[in-house]
């Protein structure tokens, strides 16, 4: 499976994006998905996982209520929409998935996409 991420860009500050991330691969819903991000001079972050049928989601602590995962199996895609953007949003968001294991977390993570850009301005 490969992934890709895209749908970024420059949002005002209280706007919404949604990510996108295409995968290859027929095998797609066999993995975890999840999102990180990294933002300029500091380490990638975990933001959010769905587990491999899309019924179970986890989110990190400083974006639930904001953020939402989904995934559409039949589309090898899987989505972040961001709601009420903030300045400390700005980073590049990649995608990334992970076999062999049910385990939504920030960790374990094998196979990533690269990443998209996005920046939101104050």
């Known amino acids: 499976v490969q992934l890709q991420a895209s749908g970024g860009g420059l949002v005002q500050a209280g706007g919404s994006l949604r990510l996108s991330c295409a995968a290859s691969?027929?095998?797609?819903?066999?993995?975890?998905t999840g999102w990180f991000r990294q933002a300029p001079g500091k380490e990638r972050e975990f933001v959010a996982a769905?587990?491999?049928?899309?019924?179970?989601?986890y989110y990190a602590d400083s974006v639930k209520g904001r953020f939402t995962i989904s995934r559409d199996n039949a589309r090898n895609a899987v989505y972040l929409q961001i709601n009420s953007l903030k300045p400390e949003d700005t980073a590049v968001y990649y995608c990334?998935?992970?076999?062999?294991?049910?385990?939504?977390?920030?960790?374990?993570?094998?196979?990533w996409g690269q990443g998209t850009q996005v920046t939101v301005s104050s």
């Open positions: 990334a998935a992970k076999r062999l294991t049910t385990v939504l977390s920030g960790t374990g993570y094998d196979l």
């Open positions: 691969g027929r095998t797609f819903g066999s993995y975890v």
């Open positions: 769905i587990s491999r049928s899309g019924d179970g989601t």
